[in-house]
Nanobody, 122 residues
Framework: QVQLVDSGGGLVQAGGSLRLSCAAS????????MGWFRQAPGKEREFVAA????????LYADSVKGRFTISRDNAENPVYLQMNSLKPEDTAVYYC???????????????WGQGTQVTVSS
């Protein structure tokens, strides 16, 4: 089993920045990729970004490309989602995910964080 704890959400004005963190524990050796998804009220959960645990490959949703960066300093540190130039439409609950596949759909991930709220005011 893998446990994920995501944090770092908050309230920010449009154009501002936030950095989300996702700490993984447990059988992290089973993780191939980690990603971030988000879900706004009344909408389905949507892909934001993902990368292979080794750091070799990354994927971004078109809506965040150039503004968000997924990264990890080293194997001992959390996974981060640096979010810059935030827009009101980025408002959502953000979820960290981990799994054995490097894909854009939520069902491809086995483990999930509890979610952290990001609110961007106009």
């Amino acid at each position: 089993q893998v446990q994920l704890v995501d944090s770092g959400g908050g309230l920010v004005q449009a154009g501002g920045s936030l950095r989300l963190s996702c700490a993984a524990s447990g059988r992290t050796s089973s993780i191939y990729s980690m990603g971030w998804f988000r879900q706004a009220p009344g909408k389905e959960r949507e892909f934001v970004a993902a990368f292979t645990y080794s750091g070799g490959s990354t994927l971004y949703a078109d809506s965040v490309k150039g503004r968000f960066t997924i990264s990890r300093d080293n194997a001992e540190n959390p996974v981060y989602l640096q979010m810059n130039s935030l827009k009101p439409e980025d408002t959502a609950v953000y979820y960290c995910a981990a799994g054995r596949a490097f894909v854009l759909y939520a069902s491809g991930y086995d483990y999930w964080g509890q979610g952290t709220q990001v609110t961007v005011s106009s």
